[in-house]
């Protein structure tokens, strides 16, 4: 009699322990699939934004923005480097260098600093007009602009001669953060 009692007592404890490991082996795969499909979600999950001043919404996810958020940032940074005068260059350029990883701020500081030398000598102010923006490949987009310097002493604007001009932008967006690789002047070929 004893002996059946205990042999049932301890087919009654097998099953319980067999019942709770089984119970946590599926509580651990549940918590796997449940890390894995947030994990997922959040870093494909894309987020539709409407800037304020710009009249197209954008997509972007955790590692990319699609063509309308690179055409945006291009002419936020067009505007930062383009629409300058000599009391505002300044803090145009620190503000598109901010932008610049520092592997790259130098070679661009140097053709900014170029430039303000420029601006600030002789007294320009340029505002610019966009004819066009390609997108060459993603992250690289071809800017037409056309440049309308003028210069002042204080009371007589004189408008100079206005330039044509292509600047190439190479942008990277990782992490939601936009980051200006390049931004260079295309020089047209000159055929002799």
Not at 141 to 169: C, F, M, W
Request: aromatic share 8%; net charge positive; proline share 4%.
């Amino acid at each position: 009699m004893k002996l059946d009692i205990k042999r049932n007592r301890d087919k009654y404890l097998r099953y319980a322990f067999i019942g709770m490991a089984a119970y946590c082996i599926a509580a651990t795969l549940g918590n796997i699939l449940s890390g894995s499909l947030a994990w997922h979600f959040a870093t494909r999950q894309k987020t539709i934004t409407t800037p304020m001043i710009f009249n197209q919404p954008f997509s972007s996810d955790a590692s990319s923005a699609d063509s309308s958020a690179m055409t945006m940032f291009a002419l936020s940074f067009l505007y930062m480097r383009l629409n300058v005068s000599p009391e505002n260059i300044d803090g145009q350029q620190k503000l598109l260098l901010g932008y610049v990883p520092a592997e790259s701020r130098n070679a661009l500081k140097k053709a900014l600093d170029v430039e303000a030398d420029r601006i600030k000598k002789g007294g320009i102010t340029w505002r610019y007009d966009t004819r066009a923006l390609r997108m060459i490949k993603p992250g690289v987009i071809d800017a037409d602009v056309v440049l309308h310097p003028s210069t002042t002493n204080g009371n007589i604007t004189t408008d100079l001669k206005e330039q044509a001009r292509t600047y190439q932008l190479r942008m990277s967006y990782e992490n939601g953060i936009i980051r200006l690789l390049d931004m260079t002047e295309l020089v047209p070929a000159t055929t002799n």
